[in-house]
T-cell receptor
């Protein structure tokens, strides 16, 4: 079955890098996503990576994919207080028509 | 550009009352549409998805139902709400490139 796991909390200091990790189980996943959810708001797509890639960089965000270990990570460089939010990892299953989400990682950025 | 709207943003309903949450997408045609629920504890659960008018797939058996009367309209309903239906409901749509975008969500409190 499909299962996506993330650690629940991460605390970093402003200016440091944050690394949020995720493991998934469906080896047939075509796309993997990172979403950001600020308090009381919907999910905002941050970035995604196709399963035949191992890295994608977009400004302060770097996504690393280890398909062999089914491990996905999101690195945020120079973390700011505005980055405080819950970050969800998701894998596309069901032929790409459905997303299975992790439980989310709450990132707290301290001054 | 494409936009997604869902309403109402918040509602408080008594146990046993009906529910109707609406979602519309603009700027695209024939999107895949989704309803997700986020209960306390943050995990996202796929409730329903639709690949076309009148085509609804249910992921989790429960007292909720969904309908798609028009191409870009997706409605989540219940005839009699339970306390356990409380949560944050998110509508989402998917474009041809597989990316899924979310609305701002509707907070439902059943009392």
């Amino acid at each position: 079955g499909e299962d996506v796991e993330q650690s629940l909390f991460l605390s970093v200091r402003e200016g440091d890098s944050s690394v949020i990790n995720c493991t998934y189980t469906d080896s047939s996943s075509t796309y993997l996503y990172w979403y950001k959810q600020e308090p009381g708001a919907g999910l905002q797509l941050l970035t995604y990576i196709f399963s035949n890639m191992d890295m994608k960089q977009d400004q302060r965000l770097t996504v690393l994919l280890n398909k062999k270990d089914k491990h996905l990570s999101l690195r945020i460089a120079d973390t700011q207080t505005g980055d405080s939010a819950i970050y969800f990892c998701a894998e596309a299953t069901g032929g790409g028509n459905k997303l299975t989400f992790g439980t989310g990682t709450q990132l707290k950025v301290e001054l | 550009s494409q936009t997604i709207h869902q309403w109402p943003a918040t509602l408080v309903q008594p146990v046993g009352s009906p529910l109707s949450l609406e979602c519309t997408v603009e700027g695209t045609s024939n999107p895949n549409l989704y309803w997700y629920r986020q209960a306390a504890g943050r995990g996202l659960q796929l409730l329903f998805y639709s690949v076309g008018i009148g085509q609804i797939s249910s992921e989790v058996p429960q007292n909720l139902s969904a309908s798609r009367p028009q191409d870009r309209q997706f409605i989540l309903s219940s005839k009699k709400l339970l306390l356990s239906d409380s949560g944050f409901y998110l509508c989402a749509w998917q474009n041809s490139g597989n990316t899924i975008y979310f609305g701002e969500g509707s907070w439902l409190t059943v009392v």
